[in-house]
């Protein structure tokens, strides 16, 4: 089992940025896919989760309006798409599988994460 995350970077303030995240070695369609981040001294939160069930979805509220997660489970992939990135944005981004809920102790399979900074 192996969840790869990418698309990371610097953007400045306003700006978007797609993370992606591919799966090999499991059906994705089994598990909820959860994108959670950890901002230096922080702990890792959820940010956005989709059930592998029905599609439903949870955002924190922090990514409620600006953040739209999506899977294609024919290319064994999700996104996360990113917008009007505010620097409180700034962390290492992790998905992983798992679930139900969007919570990390509920996900066992974790990607290795990538970094978004959000600044001008």
């Known amino acids: 089992v192996q969840l790869q995350a990418s698309g990371g970077g610097l953007v400045q303030p306003g700006g978007s940025l797609r993370l992606s995240c591919a799966a090999s070695?499991?059906?994705?369609?089994?598990?909820?896919i959860g994108w959670f981040r950890q901002a230096p001294g922080k702990e890792r939160e959820g940010v956005v989760c989709?059930?592998?069930?029905?599609?439903?979805?949870y955002y924190a509220p922090s990514a409620k309006g600006r953040f739209t997660i999506s899977r294609d489970n024919a290319k064994s992939t999700t996104y996360l798409q990113m917008n009007s990135l505010k620097p409180e944005d700034t962390a290492v981004y992790y998905c992983?599988?798992?679930?139900?809920?969007?919570?990390?102790?509920?996900?066992?399979?974790w990607g290795q994460g990538t970094l978004v900074t959000v600044s001008s």
């Open positions: 989709i059930s592998s069930s029905d599609g439903s979805t």
């Open positions: 992983a599988s798992g679930g139900p809920g969007c919570h990390p102790s509920e996900y066992d399979h």
């Open positions: 070695g499991f059906t994705l369609d089994y598990y909820a």
